[in-house]
Every structure is written in C-alpha cells, then in structure tokens.
C-alpha cells in the first residue's frame, strides 16, 4: 500500500505504516524538538500529574512518542494504533508502556477503563472524529480527563504544509480553534492551548492556577498543534 493511502475498512485516513521506521527522525532535529519542547509546556499546563495507578489512553499512539511523555507525567499508559507498524515501533521506543493494535472509533475496553482518555496528532486522519472522541468519553471514568492534541488549520506553518500538498498534512482533516472547541464542547469546559516555539514578542504564560480557571485559555492559538482538555 502506497504511502498517503487510506487503510481499507478501518477509521483511517492516512496510512502511517511505512513512515513507521523514520517516524522519529523530525523529533532529532532543532526545528522539531523547539516545537515539541512547546506542545508539551502546553500539555503540562493542561494534563495534571497522574497519581499512584492512574491509568490513561493513548489513541493513534503512533511510535509512542506522547505514550512516553504520558508515562513520565506519572501514569500508567496503554496506547493503541491502527497500523501494526507503529505499534512494533512503540513497543521499541517505550516498553515501559502497554500497545495494541485497535481502531480509535471502536476502542476495545469497557466503560470508565481510564482515568485520561488522550489524542495527540490522530483526530485530524480519522474519518468519523466525534465517533472518536465519543468512544474516548465512554473509556473515560465519570470525573476524568479528556486530553485532545490536533494539527492547527489556522497556523503558519501547517497553512504552508497545505499549501504545498505535503503528506500526510495533505490527507488530513484540519481543524481550526473554534472547529475543535465545538467538537469538545458536549463534553464539558473546554481549556486550549497553541504555542508556537521560540521566544515571541509579548507571549506570556498565566501560571497553572490561573489557566485551570478559565473555560478556554484566551490566549494567541496560533501554534501548529491545538491542545485541549475537558474535565469530564
């Protein structure tokens, strides 16, 4: 199957599989670790601390670069994926953590399985997202946590990557802040977040206490990955 191909009958937009093995080399360079270093100030600032047991689910794990992070914030995570490739690759990159093949729209656990029910990256190649995210609402236990990471429709640099037919982006569904906000809205308040790397004249974080108080943070959301919580 051709890189950029959807995979038959399943949820997927995208075929990952054979960008499996290469899937991290963006992460080694400087450009992408600024932008990772500031997608997971974000998610720290949204996502608390896991407590002793706190399980959380990684849907579209991909290689297990976020299950990791997750694993590090103090949970104990499963992560699932569509293509088997990705999976092989997680079990390398994060044996800390649990992987299984399964379809984000047809998760294979029971009700309230979860204390955070996570997504990073995975939405915007999925064909049904709400179908999605329902299902993580229903793993979710009542009183969890919705964590929600999606490519930004509105940012620079992902306009340019549309712009320029640049796969996967190309396959993509891309949602802008307002488009996600109203997707998780059902589901309870919506905080969001988009930092853009580097050093930015006038960009300010409020502290954590503060953030936690606000329904959406109203800051610039114009970072390449909007990242949203709700408290369910």
């Not at 699932?80 to 390398?92: F, G, L, N, T, V």
């Not at 236990?141 to 509105?154: A, D, E, H, V």
Request: with cysteine; hydrophobic share 40%.
């Amino acid at each position: 199957m051709a890189a950029g191909s959807t995979i038959p009958g399943s949820s997927c937009l995208f075929d990952f599989g054979p960008l499996a093995q290469g899937y991290e080399r963006w992460y080694a360079t400087s450009v992408g670790q600024a932008h990772d270093r500031a997608q997971k100030e974000d998610v720290r600032r949204l996502l608390r601390r896991g407590q002793a047991g706190e399980k959380l689910l990684d849907v579209g794990c991909g290689t297990g670069h976020w299950s990791s992070f997750f694993a590090e914030l103090g949970y104990q995570v499963t992560g699932i994926d569509i293509s088997p490739e990705m999976i092989e690759a997680a079990r390398i990159a994060a044996p800390e953590c649990f992987f299984q093949v399964a379809d984000g729209c047809e998760l294979p656990f029971k009700d309230g399985s979860f204390d955070v029910a996570a997504s990073m990256a995975t939405l915007e190649f999925i064909t049904d997202r709400s179908a999605a995210v329902r299902e993580m609402v229903r793993c979710a236990k009542p009183g969890g946590g919705l964590l929600i990471g999606t490519l930004n429709r509105l940012a620079p640099l992902n306009r340019h990557r549309l712009s320029k037919g640049k796969q996967p982006y190309a396959s993509a569904h891309l949602l802008s802040p307002d488009e996600l906000r109203r997707l998780l809205a059902p589901w309870g308040h919506v905080r969001m977040m988009a930092s853009s790397p580097g050093p930015r004249k006038g960009r300010s974080f409020l502290p954590t206490c503060i953030v936690r108080r606000l329904p959406v943070f109203r800051g610039r959301l114009d970072g390449p990955l909007l990242v949203a919580e709700v408290h369910l």
